[in-house]
């Protein structure tokens, strides 16, 4: 005689995983604190007005654009090889310093007219010969890093070449502060881009400045981004890449090559570095050879954000990462000297909260 065994329910309940409703109660808990905080800051102790939080989020609009096209490096160069190039921001540093060398040469040859040089006599010129250089010098920077640093420790284990990125970011720092000397110089913009000047809009019975070189900056971030953007999903380069980031061994049997992929990708990532240096020096006017340090942290938190190896989520990560910090302390009432804790504290909560970032990460069959 056979037992009787007690069916199994034909529906089970999901439990929710303790540590998941651990961390959702603490996001609630947390969300509301800050929301609280920002209503009290700005609706009732009203501290800044109307004109304030636009110069503000002007201020973060232009800095989102730069970290984007910084972020947007480490998000290619991670969707390909899935190793997290903590050089990049020297690379920018190297694009900022070719921008200045530019703008310095142009500004002792004189033009037709002896009393007003080459830079100011063709300022629209010197600028584009300033991002082509600053562009090719970080382009060919990426190219030389991939060559020497990171090919041949491609089938190593994944921390090998973390650390060999570590090491090549105080490399370039300390090759910099030997060729370039640790002072930190200021930039000469050509006289129609002069810093602190621009259009005035009134708001609120104020003067809102929006700069030029804000302008130039954000709408040539904007450009590139709509540029790369187009080259990855419409080219045939891109086709390769993004072949190439999906699976490597079946792409080389589709006859692609691998190697030239990958180099091309970390040229692409050194020139949009190098084009957000340049706009780096040419809106915040000084470059040093630790200027590219922190901001290449902070893109990198910028594509955390967004959702590492997802060119989208970089871009939506640059620019709210800028506009965070530059009206979070404003909307906390903290002192703005603590911007930077802002931007690493939104890191740690994005790796806490949403570790895929806000539009998810890529994740291909070699990760997975």
Sequence with gaps: MKSQETPAPLIRKNKIPFATLA???????????????????????????????????????????????????????????????????????????????VFEALRFIPSSNPEISILNAFPIPAIIVAFLVGMIVSAVSGYFLEKLAYRPLR??????????????????????????????????????????TGWEIPIS??????????????????????????????????????????????????GIDVDAVISKTFIISGALAGAAGIMWGIHNGLVNHYIGFLPGIKAFTAAVMGGIGNIPGAMLGGMLLGIMESLGPAALGIDFQLKDVIAFTILVLVLIFRPTGLLGERLTEEKL
């Design 23 to 101: 961390r959702t109660v603490a996001a609630i808990i947390l969300f509301g604190l800050l929301i609280w905080r920002v209503y009290n800051v700005i609706f009732v102790n009203a501290l800044y007005g109307a004109d304030t939080w636009t110069r503000f989020a002007i201020s973060g609009l232009i800095l989102g654009g730069m970290y984007a096209l910084i972020a947007i490096g480490y998000t290619l160069v991670y969707g390909i090889l899935f190793m997290i190039n903590f050089a990049h921001g020297e690379v920018m540093m190297l694009g900022c310093f070719s921008g200045y060398f």
């Design 205 to 254: 019975g104020s003067s809102v400045m929006v700069t030029y070189t804000g302008v130039l900056s954000f709408v040539l971030s904007i450009l590139l981004m709509i540029a790369l953007f187009w080259l990855v999903q419409k080219t045939r380069l891109g086709q390769s890449m993004r072949a190439v980031a999906e699976n490597k061994q079946a792409a080389a049997l589709m």
């Design 155 to 196: 089938k190593a284990p994944r921390l090998v070449p973390l650390i060999s990125a570590i090491g090549a970011s105080i490399f370039l720092q300390n090759a910099a502060q030997m060729l370039f000397g640790p002072q930190r110089r200021q930039y000469e913009n050509p006289e129609i881009f002069m810093r602190g």
